[in-house]
């Protein structure tokens, strides 16, 4: 089976680990692609960073650093405290040293003019992440956030307000610079078309799937795909899992909640995306032509997660993938 994940953040990463897991486990041999967000992506001291696919990247190789989520395991920060005694901005954003290996083979590869799904490709023979990782596009798109300060609206970068105020100023809009003229990068339409199954990952709905889903042509591909769609919530009760979604969503007038955010994606058969819709036991969400289940959607394992995509797999009446699902549960 072809299953291809949209996907974001740590929550994205930690969510194709248990993808991983259900791909082979059972003796399957299903292969898996994760299409990411880059609109995250920064440069930041001539150096080209992007944040949700080294985080996949290091989290599938087991290099991710567990208790942050994020950056390498056994990070030391020599060059970060060495550019602070310079004085260079930012100090706010923290490269650590291993880190920057990653992001100037990245910068360089790009310079040379290779293009960013290349790299990506390059970058993960090194960590064997047993996922083909594909950046949303091959172009460059970044989002910034609207805010105001000082009686006077700017906009300033995504990661800014993310890392730097840690969403502490309301947004009063996102904006993503260069999307509108972007095109999905190479092999991701094929990787829709030719899926089995096409998962949307519990990661934040707006700056990471709903990026993703505004590349040109996103929208149509996945709507026209012979594959279902299934969706898992990335809100449990009134909160988001991890992360700060709630400070995202009301932005675009969406309630925090499952049903709030499944009816933000939208049935498939009214314009949106979704065929399914996994939410948390004693959440609620009735939502037209979606198919809805209730399942524990703590990542607490890759096995448990494995399971949540069984039973979203399950839903949508993919053979074979029920069975387990309960002992994966448990």
Request: glycine share 12%; hydrophobic share 45%; charged share 20%.
């Amino acid at each position: 089976m072809q299953i291809t994940v949209l996907a974001g953040g740590v929550g994205g990463a930690r969510f194709l680990q248990g993808v991983r897991r259900f791909a082979t486990s059972d003796g399957r041999a299903d292969e898996v692609t994760a299409i990411v967000n880059t609109g995250d992506d920064v440069t930041m001291h001539g150096l080209r960073i992007c944040p949700d696919l080294d985080s996949v990247m290091y989290t599938l190789a087991g290099a991710v650093d567990v208790e942050r989520g994020w950056g390498r395991a056994g990070e030391t920060w020599r060059i970060k405290d060495e550019l602070a005694e310079y004085g260079a901005e930012p100090t706010w954003f923290g490269l650590g040293d291993l880190d920057i290996a990653t992001h100037l083979v990245r910068t360089q590869m790009l310079e040379n003019g290779y293009p960013l799904s290349d790299v990506t490709a390059a970058l993960c023979q090194r960590w064997q992440t047993g996922i083909r990782l594909l950046p949303m596009s091959d172009d460059r798109c970044e989002t910034h956030v609207v805010i105001e300060q000082d009686g006077k609206r700017r906009a300033i970068h995504f990661q800014e307000w993310w890392v730097r105020y840690r969403a502490g100023i309301p947004a009063l809009a996102f904006v993503q610079v260069g999307l509108d003229t972007a095109s999905p990068a190479a092999g991701v339409l094929d990787a829709i078309s030719g899926a089995d199954l096409i998962l949307v990952s519990p990661s934040n709905p707006v700056v990471s799937i709903n990026t993703i889903l505004n590349v040109p042509g996103m929208r149509e591909a996945l709507r026209s795909a012979s594959a279902p769609i299934v969706g898992l919530s990335p809100i449990i009760g009134n909160a988001p899992v991890r992360g700060m979604a709630d400070a995202c969503l009301p932005v675009l007038g969406v309630e925090t909640s499952a049903a709030g955010v499944g009816g933000f994606y939208g049935a498939r058969s009214a314009d949106g995306i979704l065929d399914g819709w996994l939410i948390h036991p004693g959440d609620t969400a009735e939502l037209d032509g979606i198919a809805v289940r209730a399942r524990d959607l703590l990542m607490s394992s890759d096995q448990v997660t494995a399971g949540m995509v069984r039973d979203a797999a399950a839903l949508v009446g993919i053979a074979g993938a029920t069975g387990s699902a309960q002992r994966d549960a448990t």
